[in-house]
């Protein structure tokens, strides 16, 4: 994707904005799909933002500076995050919360870089992100890599006599999952039945599943959202497909059970460790279920996020983002809610693991994804 870069007077002046003192405020950019079929997750980066914004400002800011926010939509578009990234640059933004999707980030993460800011991504796991020499890429997340390598051992450890389906929706974040799971699966002496994909924003799956009940496939794994990941479980139970159907953090939306319906309990996916049973994030959590916002899936990773720009921002003892990146890269663990956090060369987390949820009726009738014990 060709991006549009702004001109060098606005990077000189996006420049010296980043080297402004610390009493100045420090403008914050949130990245991600605020409308659009994955609005639940842009929810989360822009709650989980906006609470950690408060709490650090409440107790005094960092050294002495506010952070203000911004909003940014790119409603999971590729070319509306460039234009999102673009804006940022022009308001004078030098950090970034964000973006969600990979194939948003990818593009966007570019602008970042040509134009001196920082960014540290909640969401976005393809591993492109961080593998392209970025000086400005950080995550809170892991990496499809990772988390492929959890799914593939799970399947092929519990299911090895099944027929495995592996169907992604062509995106960065989708493919590059069910690639990563499907090359772990491989590694283990497991070769699937089929590998499809699909089109976002495809409503009727008739067809790709009248083509696994002919295959006899007993386990459907998919690279994708919820969206699209709804509609197959609930499309499949509806058309008798009796087939184990896993996936990836894509679906942690308690939308997709909306979108599934009674099919979606006993579903599986991988995740991390839910940051909602830390300790250390307790007194967070009482305040989003208070405020009536349940913090899910990435809104705890976008909170960290902003609690590893300030505490870069502290240490440096600046607000200039190529020494917070140099700082967050050589010092630490920063504290956060989701833990402590190191960063490698790259700018990835030192240390993740991956989980296996199931996806079953709580007390209250309602169904949720809580870990596989």
Partial sequence: MKMKLLSGVVLAAGLAFAGQALADDIKLGVGGPLTGPNAAFGAQLQKGAEQAVADINAAG????????????????KPEQGVSVANKFVGDGVTFVDGHFNSGVTIPAS???AENGILFVTPAATNPQVTERGLWNAFR???RDDQQGAVAGKFIADHFKDKKVAIIHDKTPYGQGLADETKKALNAAGVTEAMYEGIDVGTKDFSALISKMKDAGIGVTYFGGLHTEGGLIVRQSADAGLKSQFIS????VSDEFASIAGPAAEGVLNTFGPDPRNNPAAAAVVKKFRDAGFEPEAYTL?????VQVIAGGITKAGSTDPQKVAETLKSSGPWQTVIGDLSFDAKGDRTSLDYVMYIWKKGDDGKITYTELK
Wanted: hydrophobic share 30%.
């Fill in 61 to 76: 800011g960092i050294n002495g500076s506010k952070l203000v926010l911004e909003l940014g939509d790119d409603a999971s």
């Fill in 301 to 305: 990773y976008s909170y960290a996020a």
């Fill in 248 to 251: 990836g953090d894509g679906i």
């Fill in 140 to 142: 809170t997340c892991g």
């Fill in 110 to 112: 570019e602008v970042y």
